[in-house]
């Protein structure tokens, strides 16, 4: 095989993960003006954008230059410190409420999916904490559904580490989308190359047993070797940082894991998306030209493999 991955996936880039826009404010449409000038990137994953017309500036920017956006709500849950699973239920309902103004944003946006992640739990409660997820997320797929077709996602992040997510676990992650697809058959995973170290997982061990519900990838790299480390946690720093996890050689077997099961194809190409963020001192365009190197010398090792 030696194609280009342009005909196997949609290269995006997260829009507030690259520059520092995660809340909705600051320099919003110079910097996805950035994205749609470069013809690398056929997505852009966005979160709230708090001025309308910035929103209106980033619309028809991604019109214009025929990029397609991706929601993402996690910042949103984040930043106020939301838990889409509180087993307090005036604060379950705020935080569900929340996304359901995401769901509207997206939808003003065009986007073609929104993704949310699950909130801290404790072990004596896990399985209140499980349902209240799964109540929350039904809930929250009807409501998108009954203003158009976004697709809902839950990203899979690490569960005691940094952000000690519910989902969580790969076997808990299964679970959980097998018993929301019950209801939405479209609903999904998210998986994240820089989550899979934090969940102390094998990228098999971590995407076998959900292969079936992937439907969004991201590409990262994270540091978990010493607490003390700069960049330690769910901090995406770019590939090959001092002390990290991930380079050429992981995101290749990672881009062959896909492939393999189908994830990665030509009749639907899905988008995989790279999850980097500058750390102290460097420059976001040299953070993204970092990925897009690495992404081109894993592909090359994908093709040649054969």
Same mark, same amino acid.
């Given at each position: 095989m030696h194609e280009p991955l342009s005909h196997y996936m949609k290269v995006g880039l997260i829009h507030f993960m690259a520059y520092p826009v995660s809340n909705g404010k600051g320099p919003v449409a110079e910097t996805f003006r950035n994205i749609c000038l470069d013809p690398f990137f056929e997505v852009a994953e966005i979160t709230w954008i708090q001025d309308p017309e910035v929103r209106a500036q &980033?619309?028809?920017?991604?019109? !214009?230059?025929?990029? /397609? !956006?991706?929601?993402? =709500? *996690? %910042? @949103?849950?984040? /930043? *106020?410190?939301?838990?889409?699973? +509180?087993? +307090?239920e005036q604060k379950r309902m705020k935080a569900l409420q929340q996304l359901k103004d995401n769901v509207d944003e997206a939808y003003e946006m065009g986007a073609t999916a929104? =993704?949310?992640?699950?909130? %801290?739990? &404790? *072990?004596?409660? *896990?399985?209140?904490?499980?349902?209240?997820? !799964? /109540?929350?997320?039904?809930?929250? @797929? =009807?409501? =998108?559904?009954?203003?158009?077709?976004?697709?809902?996602?839950?990203?899979v992040f690490d569960y005691d580490i940094d952000k000690k997510s519910l989902i969580g676990p790969a076997d808990l992650a299964s679970r959980f989308a097998k018993e929301i697809r019950q209801d939405y058959p479209e609903f999904g995973l998210m998986v994240d190359l820089s989550h899979i170290p934090l969940l102390h997982e094998t990228i098999e061990e971590s995407l076998d047993p959900v292969k079936e519900y992937i439907v969004h990838a991201h590409m990262g790299n994270c540091v978990m070797k010493d607490p003390s480390l700069p960049g330690y946690g769910d901090q995406h720093p770019r590939f090959g940082f001092p002390n990290s996890e991930n380079d050429v050689e992981e995101l290749a077997a990672y881009l062959e894991y896909l492939l393999s099961i189908g994830f990665l194809n030509k009749e639907n190409r899905p988008v995989v998306s790279f999850e980097v963020k500058p750390q102290e001192g460097e420059d976001p365009e040299l953070v993204i030209a970092n990925a897009k190197r690495t992404l081109l010398r894993a592909w090359a090792h994908v093709t040649t493999k054969d």
């Open positions: &980033v619309k028809q920017m991604k019109e !214009v230059s025929h990029l /397609s !956006v991706t929601f993402g =709500a *996690q %910042p @949103c849950l984040l /930043s *106020q410190k939301m838990n889409i699973n +509180d087993l +307090d929104l =993704a949310f992640l699950s909130g %801290p739990y &404790v *072990q004596e409660t *896990q399985e209140a904490s499980y349902k209240a997820l !799964v /109540s929350s997320t039904k809930e929250l @797929c =009807a409501y =998108a559904a009954s203003k158009g077709s976004l697709k809902i996602a839950l990203e």
